[in-house]
């Protein structure tokens, strides 16, 4: 049984890990503006998703391949920064077609989750950092290792879901002043795309 004191101080430190800048808050606020608050919420659990994932491959001990492997590594962390290319030449060609009174059905839900989980699974840095830092909470002393580290990976999507959401509501009041102006769509798909290559170069050029 992991004591509830502990549960306290690491969820305190997730929400303080989810509110600082980074790629994934940034991908649910600049997806939130262009596509509407439940589509930044659908982003959101697509990026919790992958966090399941990180979760379980931590348990398992998987993470530790891509802190040991450079090999492991590159080839992850390119797969990633090629898909952000992707969604930057996405956003430049979209212009303001992409945003109207129903841009979040216009873009699938479907897509929009996959969207999150892809940006997720496809960062190496995610594995290594949950692959440092839950095991940190977890005492042997109190029973299985791995199942603790699940406990943990499920309270940090938890933090995560609450912080990112958050954004995604509040990125999203954006949409109605975007519907009324088709030049703000452009303006912003194009900041969508600076974003998306700035995120894609920061990860390209990321060491383990």
Not at 26 to 51: D, K, N, P
Not at 133 to 147: E, I, K, N, T, Y
Request: proline share 4%; hydrophobic share 60%.
């Amino acid at each position: 049984m992991i004591p509830v004191d502990v549960l306290g101080v690491f969820f305190v430190a997730a929400i303080a890990l989810g509110l600082a800048p980074g790629p994934d808050n940034i991908f649910v606020l600049t997806q939130s503006a262009l596509y509407g608050r439940f589509a930044g919420l659908v982003v959101t659990l697509g990026l919790c998703t992958g966090l399941i994932f990180h979760s379980a491959a931590v348990a398992l001990g998987v993470a530790a391949i891509f802190q040991t492997s450079a090999l492991a590594f590159t080839l992850l962390k390119f797969a990633g920064a090629a898909y952000l290319v992707y969604l930057a030449v996405q956003a430049f060609r979209a212009g303001s077609s992409k945003i109207n009174g129903n841009s979040a059905l216009e873009m699938s839900l479907p897509a929009l989750y996959l969207r999150g989980i892809i940006m997720n699974v496809t960062n190496p840095k995610v594995a290594i950092f949950f692959l440092a830092f839950l095991p940190q909470f977890a005492d042997p002393a109190r029973g299985s290792v791995p199942f603790q580290i699940l406990i943990f990976g499920g309270l940090f999507i938890v933090a995560t879901i609450l912080v990112f959401g958050a954004v995604a509501l509040g990125a999203g009041s954006l949409g109605g002043y975007l519907k009324r102006s088709p030049s703000a769509q452009v303006w912003l798909n194009r900041l969508a795309g600076v974003v998306f290559v700035g995120l894609a170069v920061r990860l390209a050029i990321s060491e383990r």
